[in-house]
């Protein structure tokens, strides 16, 4: 773990561009990466290359911008190399392959500079600890342990079920979270729409009445005017409060603190999001521990992966009670945050000595949980989300149709 926190401070390395000679004295050209060109110059002549000029490329202005590499690359990546290392292919060529075949420019890039940066004899987790947004601690330790034990196939294997079932798992509770959002962003943008260009329309109609409007319809004008009025002002200061609370939260640690705290208290959301922190510190705990690696150690790991810090700073308090001695389960029912059953398989599997196996039915039972709860969730919204829509645009309807049914009584 030490090794890996070292490696991932260094710089992702520059590209430079080279010209020279093969062994048959036939002119060849490249890019390759390196700390500086007097070691890309000692590299090519490793391979027979004879160099003759070498110096770093410059950054193009107008180049069209690369596509981002999003985590769902990373676990393809892990798992077609894990595949093909299976299959007998040696880790060169298999990452020669993916890198030339990926269809995204940055992910293309980023194999091809590990590679080679691998052949100049750097080890497949320090390079790949040079690129720390795509590759995290936990990545970088499985990696480190299966080059250390020689079983960097099996590793392999387990570190791209680990990414398949943490993003398949991320991407239910986005939607549990996204949905909601972008039905409340909807109603309150028809609603400006209305207020803003509707109502006034209405407005200008009534004012030829000359007869007293109703309550209901003098209220919705009035919020009408301060929305023609104030439009920008409110529009800025939603943008800025979302804004400056995203901001706060990820200075501030009591801010972040409180609003994870408050998230896991929403109806229905809460639980989406209880569950799918228990869900992702079984399968960080269960492939970490299969991997070998310590279990003090791994618990760092695990504390960053549940994605909460409430139950972050829980795995961390864990973490200093397993190191005096205590055992996992009795660490774990101190916290209160874990449920009676989660507690209960721990201690089988400390007593058994299948502890991987146990916090891996764990996992799969609430991600099997989170499953069920986001589909129940977007099943009741359905519902209530057509009744708040239903009941905002209705009023504002029936405020102003109210002055045309009095007119039409007493004509």
Known sequence: MAQANKAKKVKVLPIFTWQGTN????????????????????HLRRQGITPIKVKKKPKDLFAPRKPPIKPADIAIFSRMLATMMSAGVPLMQSMQIIGEGHENASMQ?????????????TSLAESLA???FHFDDLFISLINAGEQSGTLETLLHEIATYKEKTEALKAKIKKALVYPTSILVVAFVVTAILM??????????????????????LAVIRISEVFQDYWWLIFGSIIGVVMGIMQAKKRSRKVQHF??????KIPVIGDVQYKGAIARF??????????????????????????????????????DDVSTGTQLNKAMADTDLFPNMVVQMVAIGEES????????KVADFYEAEVDDAVDNMTALMEPMI?????GLIGTLVIAMYLPIFKLGAVV
């Not at 890039?109 to 004899?121: F, P, R, T, Y």
């Not at 803003?196 to 319809?217: M, S």
């Open 386 to 390: 057509m009744v708040v829509l239903g």
């Open 130 to 132: 040079k690129f720390p």
């Open 109 to 121: 890039e980023m194999i091809l500079a590990i590679k080679s940066d691998v052949e100049s004899g």
């Open 259 to 264: 609003f994870d705290r408050l998230l896991l």
């Open 196 to 217: 803003i260009f509707v109502i006034p329309q209405f407005e200008d109609l009534f004012k030829g009445f000359g007869a007293d409007l109703p309550g209901l319809t």
């Open 282 to 319: 079984a399968r960080t705990f269960s492939t970490m521990f299969k991997a070998g690696v310590p279990l003090v150690e791994a618990m760092v790991s695990v504390a960053g992966a549940t994605g909460n810090i409430v139950f972050y700073e829980a795995t961390m308090v864990m973490r």
């Open 23 to 42: 062994k048959n004295g036939r002119k060849v050209k490249g890019e390759q990466t390196g700390e500086s060109v007097n070691l890309v110059k000692a």
């Open 353 to 360: 000595g299948a502890l991987d196996a146990m916090l891996a």
